[in-house]
């Protein structure tokens, strides 16, 4: 699969040669990498834990891979570090845990690296019947794990390719990545939204901005500015119902304002549309 050449190429030994050695049949399922310190390596998947080795990880280990994923220099991934993860070239995030000084996570006891992958037309059906006539502001709930990130990306692709101009806010590159996220999308990685957002609305006039977790204020500030300038919005956040996300501190503004026009409701098991429906 091709994500695994992608990783590999960003890890150092022995992680690069384990995870080329994946066999097909679960590296086309794989969701997670998890690397404890004293345990064997896994890939997760739906169909169970694949053990990527018989050795355990260590902190040595855990270490040398933080550190080369940084380009050798820590110092210049601070502020991600301060957040708990690590991003990957290709679309990859590692979240990181352990022991922290200062706020930043120094000593690694473990890591966790998300697989990004593109299902092309897992949002065709709600595109088809909810955005041929015209895009509406949507928020996109689930848990973690059931697909946010993934129909986002598709429903961007299908969104840009009509023929809209779309300003994708993806800090961390997860979003875009390797991915195909349609040909009109104008991508701001690196930038924390609320400047990203500002930036593509002053100079590249967006008619949609679209981005993933939005959760603090800030976020939800600048989420708030953009619609009120007649773009339309469209988001993920982290919940287990629509009134479960009505409530959250960051999200809640946002419907207060009567933002939103739709929302699509992810469960049961990964990319499973369990419900949509006007907000």
Request: glycine share 12%; charged share 25%; proline share 4%.
């Amino acid at each position: 699969m091709p994500w695994r050449k992608a990783l590999a190429r960003e890890m150092c030994p022995p992680m690069n040669t384990l995870l080329s050695s994946v066999p097909d049949d679960i590296a086309s399922t794989a969701t997670e990498i998890r690397l404890f310190e004293g345990r064997q390596p896994i890939i997760c998947r739906p169909g169970g834990e694949y053990a990527l080795s018989d050795a355990c990880v260590d902190r040595q280990m855990l270490s040398r891979l933080a550190a080369h994923i940084c380009g050798y220099s820590l110092y210049s991934r601070e502020e991600e570090l301060k957040n708990g993860y690590l991003s990957i070239n290709g679309g990859f995030r590692a979240g990181l845990f352990g022991c922290g000084y200062s706020g930043s996570i120094r000593d690694i006891y473990g890591m966790c690296i998300r697989i990004p992958r593109q299902i092309k037309g897992c949002a065709g059906g709600i595109y088809a019947k909810h955005f041929v006539s015209g895009i509406k502001n949507t928020i996109i709930i689930s848990k973690p794990g059931m697909g946010k990130t993934t129909f986002l990306r598709d429903l961007v692709r299908l969104i840009s390719d009509s023929g809209a101009y779309v300003g994708l806010l993806d800090e961390r590159g997860e979003i875009s990545g390797n991915a195909d996220v349609g040909k009109r999308t104008m991508v701001m990685r690196g930038y924390e939204k609320p400047q990203a957002l500002t930036m593509l609305i002053r100079s590249c006039s967006p008619n949609v901005i679209a981005c993933d977790e939005i959760g603090g204020k800030g976020d939800a500030l600048a989420i708030l500015d953009g619609a009120k300038s007649g773009v339309r919005v469209i988001a993920t956040a982290h919940g287990d119902s629509l009134s479960d996300v009505k409530n959250r501190y960051g999200v809640k503004e946002l419907f207060d304002a009567g933002v939103f026009d739709l929302y699509v409701h992810l469960g049961k098991r990964p990319g499973y549309v369990e419900d949509v429906g006007c907000v």
